[in-house]
C-alpha cells in the first residue's frame, strides 16, 4: 500500500515536471508560431434582409432560431446595432472598407463598388491571413483582395443557383442557402492550416420573393401570425413614410404570392413598375429543374385556388397578404438557422471553435408588417437595426447582452484589431473589441449618423434622408423633392409614429440634435449639395 503511493507521488512529480519544462520551452522554441497562433480565425454569417424581429433571441413571436441562438447564448448581443445606409450594396461597401457611403463611393444599389481602393480583405491578407468571399456580394466589379471568391450573380438566385468565380460561371444544383454553406465548408477543408482565415459567408435569403427551400414549403401552414402594433399605421405626420411604396397591400399577386396565373401577370403596384413579365418567372422558377417544379407547383396551385375560393377583399385580404408574406419568408429563415447551425458543427468537429470570432447579422434590418411595410431603406427602427451576435470563446464571456451603439462600419477596425494589425487613420468606425470584452471605453459612441441616397430612382420611393440617433432620439431630415424633419422620443415613443418636431416642449432637443448631426458631418466630412 504505502510502497504503491509512493510510486504515484512519484510518478505525478515527474509527471508535473515535465509539463512545466514543455511548456517553457514551447514558448521559447515555438514562440513565434504562437503569436501567429493568436490570431483568431474569424467567420462573418451575413444573410440578406434579415430582421431582428425574425430571431428568437430577439424576439419570440415568429421563430425559433436556435443556432442563431447559440451565439447568443455563448457570446453578445447587440441591442443597439446599426447601419449607416439601410440597402444592400452600400451596406456591402460600408463592411469592406470602414467608410460611410460618401467616402467609399458606393451611395446606392445602382452604383459600381471601386475595388481598385483599400479594403479590409487586402489588409487582413497583409496581416497574414487567409481571405474568401463566399456567396452574395451584389457589387457589380469583381471581388479584390479574398484568395478565394465565389459569388452569386446580381441578387443571385435561389434555386440551383449560377455562381461566377475567378474561373467562370458555374452552376450548382441546390437551395442556395445549403450551397453556400456547402462552398464555405469545402473551402475550411482545402484552407492552408497554418494560416488564420477570416471567411465572408454571405446569403442570399431571406431577400424577396422569398423563396423557400422545397422541403420547408409545408412549414407554417397552420400558424396565424400576430399582426405588429403599427401594421395599420396612418403615416400621421410623416409625408415620406406616406409616399413610399412599400405596402404589404401593394405586394405582387404573381411573384411574392406565387399566384402563378396570367390573371396576375401584369405586375403594378409595390415599387411603382409595372412589368408584363412576372420576375417570379424570369428569375427563379425557371431554374427550377421538371421534378422540383411539380413539387412547387402543386404547393402553389392549391395556394391560388384557396385564394380564388376564399374571395377575399379589403382588411381581410390585406392579413391574408401579411400571413402569406410571413410563412416564405420565415421558410427562408428555417433554411439560414440550419445552415449556421452547420457551420458552427464544422468548427466544433474540427476543434475551431474556441479561436474563431463568429458573427452572425444581415446587411441591414426589414419590415416584417411594421407600418404595414416590408422592404428597408428608411432610419427607422427596424430597418435601420441589424441584428448582430458575435461569438469567441477564447476572449469573449458568454450571454452578454451590449446596448452600446455599434455599427456596421465597426466590423472593419473590429478585424484589423483582433488581428493584431494596425488601423488606417482614414477609416471612420471603431474597433468594439473592449466592447466585446465587456469594457466599453467610457468615450464610446453615445450618436450615430445615417444618409440614405437611393431616390428618386431606385425601388419603392423612399426620399433621401439623413439623421442622427442616440440612446433616446432619432431626428431625420427628409430632403430632395421635400423639405421635413421628423423627431421621436424613443423611449416614450418605440414604434415612431409620433413625430415631435412642431411640439415646443422638445424644441431644446431639435436645437440639441441639429448640432450634433452638424458634428457628425463635419466629422464624417459629408459635404451636402
Ligand atoms: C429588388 C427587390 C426590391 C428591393 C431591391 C433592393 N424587388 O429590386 O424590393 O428593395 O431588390 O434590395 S424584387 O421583387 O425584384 O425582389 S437589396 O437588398 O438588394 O438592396
Ligand atoms: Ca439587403
Not at 54 to 83: C, H, K, M, W
Request: proline share 4%; glycine share 6%; hydrophobic share 35%.
Amino acid at each position: 500500500m504505502r510502497k504503491s503511493v509512493a510510486i504515484y507521488w512519484n510518478l505525478s512529480l515527474a509527471f508535473h515536471l515535465f509539463l512545466l519544462f514543455f511548456t517553457r520551452f514551447s514558448d521559447a522554441a515555438f514562440g513565434q508560431t504562437s503569436t501567429v497562433k493568436t490570431q483568431p480565425n474569424i467567420l462573418y454569417i451575413m444573410s440578406d434582409d434579415h430582421a431582428r424581429q425574425a430571431i428568437s433571441s430577439y424576439d419570440q413571436s415568429l421563430i425559433n432560431t436556435p443556432n442563431i441562438d447559440r451565439l447568443a447564448d455563448e457570446g453578445v448581443r447587440f441591442t443597439n446595432s446599426f447601419v449607416t445606409n439601410s440597402i444592400c450594396a452600400p451596406s456591402r461597401a460600408v463592411l469592406l472598407t470602414g467608410k460611410y457611403s460618401h467616402q467609399n463611393g458606393l451611395r446606392d444599389n445602382r452604383d459600381t463598388f471601386d475595388g481598385a481602393q483599400q479594403t479590409l480583405p487586402k489588409l487582413m491578407r497583409k496581416a497574414g491571413y487567409q481571405t474568401a468571399m463566399i456567396g452574395k456580394w451584389h457589387l457589380k466589379s469583381e471581388p479584390t483582395g479574398f484568395d478565394t471568391w465565389e459569388i452569386l450573380r446580381g441578387q443571385g438566385e435561389y434555386y440551383n443557383p449560377y455562381f461566377l468565380t475567378p474561373e467562370g460561371k458555374k452552376q450548382i444544383p441546390g437551395y442556395a442557402t445549403d450551397v453556400i454553406t456547402d462552398r464555405a465548408i469545402e473551402t475550411l477543408k482545402k484552407r492552408d492550416k497554418n494560416k488564420p482565415f477570416m471567411m465572408f459567408v454571405h446569403h442570399k435569403a431571406p431577400h424577396r420573393e422569398w423563396l423557400p427551400n422545397l422541403k420547408h414549403l409545408g412549414l407554417f401552414t397552420d400558424t396565424k401570425f400576430p399582426l405588429p402594433e403599427t401594421f395599420y399605421d396612418d403615416y400621421k405626420g410623416r409625408i415620406a413614410a406616406k409616399e413610399a411604396d412599400m405596402r404589404i397591400d401593394d405586394m405582387f399577386l404573381y411573384s411574392d404570392f406565387k399566384l402563378q396565373d396570367e390573371d396576375f401577370e401584369v405586375e403594378t403596384g409595390s415599387g411603382g413598375k409595372g412589368s408584363a413579365v412576372p420576375r417570379l418567372k424570369i428569375n427563379n422558377r425557371k431554374q427550377l429543374t421538371a421534378e422540383q417544379l411539380k413539387v412547387w407547383d402543386s404547393y402553389y396551385d392549391k395556394m391560388r385556388a384557396e385564394y380564388r375560393e376564399a374571395n377575399l377583399s379589403g382588411k381581410e385580404l390585406l392579413e391574408w397578404k401579411y400571413q402569406r408574406y410571413m410563412q416564405d419568408y420565415l421558410r427562408c429563415i428555417v433554411s439560414v438557422d440550419e445552415n449556421v447551425g452547420r457551420l458552427l458543427d464544422y468548427l466544433d468537429a474540427n476543434g475551431l471553435a474556441k479561436n474563431t470570432i463568429v458573427v452572425y447579422t444581415s446587411d441591414q434590418g426589414f419590415y416584417l408588417g411594421e407600418h404595414g411595410w416590408y422592404d428597408k431603406r428608411f432610419m427607422y427602427e427596424e430597418s435601420l437595426s441589424m441584428p448582430l451576435l458575435v461569438r469567441y470563446p477564447k476572449q469573449i464571456e458568454a450571454g452578454q447582452i451590449s446596448d452600446d451603439i455599434v455599427l456596421n462600419l465597426d466590423f472593419a477596425p473590429t478585424f484589423l484589431d483582433y488581428a493584431g494589425a494596425s488601423i488606417p487613420d482614414d477609416f471612420q468606425g471603431e474597433t468594439i473589441r473592449p466592447v466585446l470584452q465587456g469594457e466599453t471605453p467610457v468615450n464610446w459612441r453615445t450618436s450615430m449618423y445615417y444618409h440614405y441616397y437611393e431616390y428618386p430612382h431606385g425601388w419603392h420611393r423612399v426620399k433621401r434622408h439623413y439623421g442622427v440617433r442616440t440612446q433616446h432620439y432619432k431626428l431625420i431630415h427628409f430632403y430632395n423633392d421635400i423639405d421635413a424633419w421628423e423627431l421621436f422620443d424613443l423611449r416614450s415613443d418605440p414604434t415612431e409614429i409620433r413625430n415631435l418636431i412642431d411640439d415646443p416642449a422638445y424644441a431644446g432637443m431639435v436645437a440639441e440634435l441639429k448640432v450634433e448631426l452638424n458634428r457628425l458631418q463635419v466629422k464624417y466630412q459629408e459635404i451636402l449639395e
